[in-house]
């Protein structure tokens, strides 16, 4: 089971995932049209994908993509965790509900997502957690959003060595700025040009970029990668 967040998914990693023969469970929360043109997407590069409506911070929802994975395909050997809600603003403004709200969509979901895998996945799986390079690059006005998704690496790592007698990898990707909707829910829209310019290699991320990274980290070719924070900003982190 794939779980990528429908809108941020490039069709042409969709193709590769398609041809690979992997089978996919797209988890959406709200938008059932961008859900279905991802497994169109899959589907019309020769693979089988299904989209099941789940919010992976309701624990019980969670169980039911699993539940899911094995109605339709038996069962679940990959999972790809990008849910999560990003915000901004200086830690002196911050309040408690933001930080609830942070916490329980970053912190919360992961875990709930990883216990899951780790009772769900069969021995030599692969689970990979989109978090973000806030953690390293500690910006100004990302510390509630940093702290969370920085909660979540360190699930990522202790499950990784606790998993690790079973050969299920457990790895999470940084991304760096991401030419998404992401940026403009988030409020920095308007400082993209600013950040690409401070990215070594050039320009914003895109999406095909994080996924092909995701490809090979759920692949047999990482087998000897678990654990790991893998960045991805293009050389600002």
């Known amino acids: 089971m794939r779980q990528p967040h429908p809108d941020r998914a490039g069709n042409g990693r969709l193709g590769l995932i398609g041809r690979d023969g992997i089978p996919v469970v797209v988890n959406y929360r709200s938008d ?66 933001e930080f609830d709200l942070m916490f329980a ?26 978090s973000s390079g806030v953690t390293h690059t500690h910006r100004p006005g990302s510390g509630l959003y940093g702290a969370a998704k920085a909660a979540g690496e360190h699930l990522v790592r202790v499950l990784a060595r606790e998993l690790a007698p079973r050969e299920i990898t457990v790895n999470s990707v940084l991304p760096g700025a991401v030419r998404t909707e992401a940026p403009a829910a988030s409020g920095i829209a308007g400082q993209l040009d600013r950040i690409a310019e401070s990215i070594p290699l050039g320009r914003l991320g895109e999406p095909e970029d994080i996924a092909d990274i995701v490809a090979f980290l759920t692949s047999r070719d990482a087998r000897w990668i678990t654990g790991a924070a893998v960045p991805a900003g293009g050389g600002a982190f």
């Open 105 to 130: 969509a970053n912190a919360k979901s992961t875990f709930a997502l990883l216990r899951e895998a780790a009772n769900r996945l069969p021995d030599g799986g692969r689970i990979v957690v989109i």
């Open 32 to 97: 059932a049209a961008a859900a279905a043109q991802v497994v169109t997407a899959i589907e019309n590069s020769g693979g089988r994908a299904v989209a099941v409506r789940a919010d992976v911070a309701d624990t019980a929802q969670i169980r039911l993509l699993f539940d899911a994975a094995a109605q339709h395909f038996g069962g679940a050997e990959i999972v790809v965790s990008n849910a999560g809600s990003a915000g901004f603003g200086p830690l002196a403004q911050g309040t408690d509900a």
